[in-house]
């Protein structure tokens, strides 16, 4: 009745932004992500007849806040008529910044309360239950680079090719370490509503995931980091043109993409990625994370900086 599950977190490249159903949490458009390895979260589920309601600690101490999500994915995993669970997780990284810790927290759970459960089930069952909890959960089931497809009721999770195939580094630059305004769930939905470049953001999706489909099959760095970036943006733009605007980026994000620009035309292989919060992911390859490093260490307004290489899927322990 007591497992524990690791997962990371991941990053997409062509990004996930709006639901087609939200009751069922099914993404409009799919995506494309990298895995992480240095960052993680792992869950430890136990279930218990006399507790009388859920119970979270995170890093150890009681969190009220994150438990209703974390309560719902456990009942996705393992039904609503389950005993309740004690639930502790340890993240070594900022949460709700942005940084996806979502994605590692309900690829972990799901993972951790199946098995607690006593229930077996494939990767792809996993992947969608965990989808169901959060969009790009789904992705961390899997390793290196991911793809998410958005067909029929149930969302098809699938490995393009594993970390070792192709080694990246991702550096990201910790602009701001609180918790983001307004989370993804609530910002896609007044996207979705409101926002006139919605319709065409889904449209095109299709072709910016072949492009990056074969970018990745090619090994190809600049025709992925186009597609990368041109993808990013296109996503943000739908979040600035939404009423009210959704605008995630500080001084410093923009800044960071200016170092970005900079070590591009210097002839470095990097390019950038920023999701619903100010970090600025330099996705680069690995014979240049120093550099990159160096640089957005030394842009203005730059707090932190993380570094990771490509990493494998949520498993337990
Ligand atoms: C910008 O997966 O957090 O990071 O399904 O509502 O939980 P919910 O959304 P979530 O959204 C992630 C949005 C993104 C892009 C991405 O990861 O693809």
């Avoid at 996207?191 to 449209?203: D, I, K, L």
Wanted: glycine share 6%; hydrophobic share 45%.
């Amino acid at each position: 009745m007591r497992e524990t599950a690791t997962a990371q977190p991941n990053i997409a490249l062509i990004k996930y932004w709006g639901k087609r159903d939200t009751e069922l949490n099914l993404p409009a458009v799919g995506s494309i992500s990298i895995t992480l390895s240095e960052l993680f979260t792992s869950m430890t589920v136990e279930f218990e007849d006399n507790l009388e309601q859920d119970e979270l600690h995170l890093n150890n101490e009681q969190n009220d806040k994150l438990l209703p999500r974390l309560s719902h994915a456990i009942d996705i995993a393992a039904g609503g008529d389950r005993p309740r669970a004690r639930i502790s997780s340890e993240c070594n990284f900022p949460i709700a910044a942005g940084l996806a810790s979502s994605a590692s927290s309900f690829a972990a759970v799901v993972v951790a309360a199946s098995a607690a459960m006593g229930i077996e089930r494939s990767v792809g069952e996993l992947a969608n239950l965990a989808g169901r909890a959060s969009g790009s959960a789904a992705r961390s089931l899997y390793g290196g680079f991911v793809e998410l497809e958005n067909s029929g009721d149930a969302v098809v999770v699938s490995e393009l090719l594993p970390a070792d195939a192709w080694p990246l580094d991702v550096v990201v630059a910790v602009t701001e370490t609180g918790p983001k305004p307004v989370g993804s769930t609530e910002a896609m939905e007044i996207s979705r509503r409101t926002s006139p470049f919605y319709e065409r953001w889904v449209g095109d999706q299709a072709d910016d995931l072949a492009s990056a489909r074969n970018a990745i099959a090619a090994r190809d760095f600049a025709a992925l980091a186009s597609v990368a970036e041109h993808n990013c943006l296109k996503m943000h733009s739908v979040m600035w043109s939404s009423r009210p605007p959704i605008v995630y980026w500080n001084d410093a994000t923009l800044a960071c993409l200016q170092t970005i620009r900079q070590l591009q035309s210097d002839g470095v292989d990097v390019f950038f990625t920023i999701d619903a919060g100010p970090q600025v992911k330099a996705v680069c390859d690995t014979a240049d994370t120093d550099t990159v490093e160096t640089a957005l260490r030394a842009t203005d307004g730059v707090r932190d900086i993380l570094r990771s290489g490509l990493g494998e899927g949520a498993r337990l322990r």
